[in-house]
């Protein structure tokens, strides 16, 4: 299966922000919208109906395909080098950048945003704290366990697409006694087998509060390291056959 027959999907028709259908009067198929009649249109567009139901001169407005706009993060903070959650992280980025070829994708960096290349800079801030924005649908590829107020960062957000990658070790450790060393904090935090369950229920917590977050604005994927990626994608609706 190939990315290249694929596109990403814009996730929700805002003008602007990645869709590609825009307002263009006697332009494409795809019906638009109606507005008032001004000297200077195409009679072909009046719409008779709409027309005698008003009682003023009523034209229709067709929808046409542009490039999309996007933009992509990818998360490289501390937690990300676990379980090979980069590695993962990386590869799906890439099919990403294949599926958005012809249309217009910026890579955000650390040091700003950059067409992407063959090696994809992930930043090692952690989203909260790069808190990226730019124009077009974001795309946010990270696993979200840093702590801080991600559904208030994504309100702030167009329509977008968030992909959490997460490792299946993360969504259901086992229950062992052990003492783990926090990558994100520096903490060492004694674990034992009711420990771990207060953490897959917070873990579980957590996740349907960014999934009830995303959907309001845009679209969620949750991906386990180690699955096909397109198909996943395709199923969560980031990606759509041209």
Known sequence: MRASRFRIRAPRPVPGYGTRTEARPGRGEAFFDHRPYVPGDDPRLLDWKATARLGQPIVRRKAEERPGRFWLWLDGSASMGLFGKAGYATKVARVLVEAARGERLSLLTEQGPRRPGRALAADPRGLLAARPRARGT??????????????????????????????????????????????????????????????????????????????????????RVGEPIIPALYRAGVLELR
């Open 138 to 223: 974001p795309i946010l590829i990270t696993d979200g366990l840093e702590e801080g107020d991600f559904a208030g960062y994504l309100r702030t957000l167009p329509p977008f697409h968030l992909i959490l990658v997460l490792a299946r070790e993360e969504l259901r450790p086992p229950p062992v006694e052990a003492v783990l060393f926090d990558v994100e904090t520096g903490e060492q935090v004694a674990v034992d087998p009711s420990s771990v369950r207060a953490y897959q229920e917070a873990l579980s917590t957590h996740l349907a509060a960014l999934e009830r977050a995303a959907r309001r604005r845009g679209n969620v994927a949750l991906l």
